[in-house]
């Protein structure tokens, strides 16, 4: 391997704002290049990127054609492309496959031979679509907690690119095993739960679970993000996101989504999906501008894929939180009737619905106070 010289980077125009002078920057593309990276990825994608991006997946910018690869194990070039599409990744993105990735395909592409080609892109788009959350949280967090600092750090260019790939090598295969345990973990208390009041349709087409399903959305926030900087707005939106998680969490129901300032929940009991939207009321409540959460119940069969719920149960839970105003829980006639009587509601009668055919009846269940 030759060494670099700053006449052949001055010839590619490889450069750097960050380096003090030409033995800097030599200095971070000769370790690059120590590392595997070639020229030709620097001069293309720039030196910050390189050092981050080999580290974390080998040939990230280049590598053996996937439509090549896949139809030499036997894999189709449609399904290849629908399976790319359905794990959230650009098919033809000329980013080729690793060792790794032709494995992955090459299972999902046996798994459709078992659970048929929909259904198989069905998961693969669940676990697609929350490996990129995954990723781009992480890469956020990344560069407002680590990058940002090393960027602005008076240390030579040199010392920040062996920094970012030194933080690479130490924490993410870490990570990436620590989230590997927790889905398994999650897999495994959902499987063994024999509480779950589940079943499968008669055309076997979806699994059927009755449950209480909730939205709660923040009142005002709207009018609040007008007016709030970034760092005001990040305050909120992460306390708004760990007080929910933990309110739905500690009792007993599983947050299936959150979007903005609103939330999506489920519970198999009643009670506590009443204790949680109590709790919910008083979320972000003390921030100037916000008025607490309104959160809208039902409960019935729903249907459950792909990680989420679908029916007209759920569909009746999100149009009358907007019913609602701050600090109020409103409810079905379905919820009401599974409450012990001691909880004090309050009929609200009958209410037309957008997209529901006949009248809800309405109730509004007293966030503290109890008869008797």
């Given at each position: 391997m030759s060494p670099v010289?700053?006449?052949?980077?001055?010839?590619?125009?490889?450069?750097?704002?960050?380096?003090?002078?030409?033995?800097?920057?030599?200095?971070a593309v000769q370790y690059l290049v120590d590392l595997g990276v070639t020229l030709d990825e620097i001069e293309?994608?720039?030196?910050?990127?390189?050092?981050?991006?080999?580290?974390?997946?080998?040939?990230?910018?280049?590598?053996?054609?996937?439509?090549?690869a896949l139809a030499g194990v036997g894999i189709d070039s449609d399904f290849s492309q629908r399976l790319r599409l359905a794990m959230g990744l650009q098919a033809g993105s000329g980013?080729?496959?690793?060792?790794?990735?032709?494995?992955?395909?090459?299972?999902?592409?046996?798994?459709?031979?078992?659970?048929g080609e929909e259904e198989t892109l069905s998961?693969?788009?669940?676990?697609?679509?929350?490996?990129?959350?995954?990723a781009r949280a992480t890469a956020s967090m990344l560069r407002v907690n680590f990058a940002t600092p090393i960027d602005n750090s008076p240390a030579p260019l040199a010392d920040a690119v062996v920094a970012y790939t030194q933080l690479i090598d130490?924490?993410?295969?870490?990570?990436l095993e620590a989230t590997a345990t927790l889905i398994r973990r999650h897999l495994a208390g959902f499987i063994a739960d024999e509480g779950l009041d589940m079943r499968v349709d008669e055309t076997r087409s979806a699994a059927l679970q009755r449950l209480v399903i909730g939205f709660a959305d923040l009142v005002g926030f709207t009018a609040f993000t007008e007016a709030a900087d970034a760092e005001q707005f990040m305050d909120v939106i992460g306390q708004f996101e760990s007080e929910v998680q933990e309110i739905v969490v500690a009792n007993g129901g599983t947050v299936v989504k959150m979007i903005g300032d609103e939330v999506m929940f489920v519970t198999q009991h009643t009670d506590e999906a009443?204790?949680?939207?109590?709790?919910?009321?008083?979320?972000?409540?003390?921030?100037?501008?916000?008025?607490?959460?309104?959160?809208?119940?039902?409960?019935?069969?729903?249907?459950?894929?792909?990680?989420?719920?679908?029916?007209?149960i759920v569909n009746i839970a999100s149009r009358i939180v907007g019913m609602s105003?701050?600090?109020?829980?409103?409810?079905?006639?379905?919820?009401?009737?599974?409450?012990?009587?001691?909880?004090?509601?309050?009929?609200?009668?009958?209410?037309?619905?957008?997209?529901?055919?006949?009248?809800?009846?309405?109730?509004?269940?007293?966030?503290?106070?109890?008869?008797?």
């Open positions: 010289t700053f006449e052949e980077l001055q010839r590619r125009e490889i450069s750097h704002a960050r380096a003090r002078d030409d033995d800097d920057l030599v200095a293309e994608y720039g030196i910050q990127r390189m050092a981050s991006a080999r580290r974390v997946r080998e040939r990230a910018w280049h590598g053996t054609d996937a439509d090549a980013m080729g496959l690793t060792a790794d990735e032709l494995d992955a395909t090459r299972f999902f592409a046996g798994v459709r031979n078992i659970l998961m693969v788009r669940v676990v697609g679509n929350s490996s990129a959350r995954i130490s924490s993410l295969p870490t990570f009443v204790r949680v939207a109590r709790q919910l009321t008083s979320v972000c409540r003390d921030t100037a501008g916000l008025d607490g959460m309104r959160v809208g119940l039902s409960r019935g069969e729903v249907i459950n894929s792909g990680g989420d719920y679908y029916g007209t105003f701050p600090d109020a829980i409103v409810a079905t006639q379905s919820v009401v009737d599974a409450l012990p009587g001691t909880v004090a509601r309050t009929s609200l009668g009958p209410h037309e619905l957008r997209g529901i055919r006949d009248p809800i009846e309405l109730y509004q269940i007293d966030r503290l106070r109890v008869h008797g």
